[in-house]
């Protein structure tokens, strides 16, 4: 059975950095790509950027573009999203989920809240 | 970079269709694939058509996709509408290593 299982809710502060994790099993996780997946409270879905674990080439949404980094260990068949540092505005649930076409199978999601 | 525009709210009876819409604001609706996911309160999203009109396993298949060139747009059908379906949807497509998500549409079955 295909899993994309999270790392748990955070809370930060403005100017800190923060790294979540998305750990894939059932399936080769270096074959296929993983996407990151921004909703703000209330919001809609946004992508951010998609890296492929086999040989960790990046992309990143324009939006996102320096303001996030992607990155994957495949020796533990995870995935991360990190911030060096925060603002409240990166409020959000995250969402990872493996990329072909589409998003296939979608992670619980991580809820980042950062407050002062 | 291009946009998907979708209607903000769609409401329908139990029973009834309902199509939702998803307009491409640039380059053509049919040289990428469209995907449709569903999401209800709480959860995370799921695919309820991938390339354009393929149901993923488990989907029923009241739900259907299509593309109409002329309107350069993607459209989303749900027939037999039961209150299960209340939820959001949000179409997704491409262009070179881009992916962008329609605003999404809030689907009310009353």
């Known amino acids: 059975e295909v899993q994309l299982v999270q790392s748990g809710a955070e809370v930060k502060k403005p100017g800190e950095s923060l790294k979540i994790s998305c750990k894939g099993s059932?399936?080769?996780?270096?074959?296929?790509?993983i996407g990151w997946v921004r909703q703000m409270p209330g919001k809609g879905l946004e992508w951010m950027g998609i890296?492929?674990?086999?040989?960790?080439?990046?992309r990143y949404s324009p939006s996102f573009q320096g303001q996030v980094t992607i990155s994957a260990d495949k020796s533990i068949s995870t995935a991360y999203l990190q911030w060096s540092s925060l603002k409240a505005s990166d409020t959000a649930m995250y969402y990872c989920?493996?990329?072909?076409?589409?998003?296939?199978?979608w992670g619980q999601g991580t809820l980042v809240t950062v407050s002062s | 970079n291009f946009m998907l525009t979708q209607p903000h709210s769609v409401s329908e009876s139990p029973g009834k269709t309902v199509t939702i819409s998803c307009t491409r604001s640039s380059g053509s609706i049919a040289s990428n694939y469209v995907q449709w996911y569903q999401q209800r309160p709480g959860s995370a999203p799921t695919t309820v058509i991938y390339e354009d009109n393929q149901r993923p396993s488990g989907v029923p298949d009241r739900f259907s996709g299509s593309i109409d060139s002329s309107s350069n747009s993607a459209s989303l059908t749900i027939s037999g509408l039961k209150t299960e379906d209340e939820a959001d949807y949000y179409c997704q497509s491409y262009d070179s290593s881009n992916w962008v998500f329609g605003g999404g549409t809030k689907l009310t079955v009353l």
């Open positions: 890296i492929y674990p086999g040989d960790s080439d990046t």
């Open positions: 059932g399936y080769s996780f270096t074959s296929y790509w």
């Open positions: 989920a493996r990329h072909l076409v589409a998003l296939d199978y």
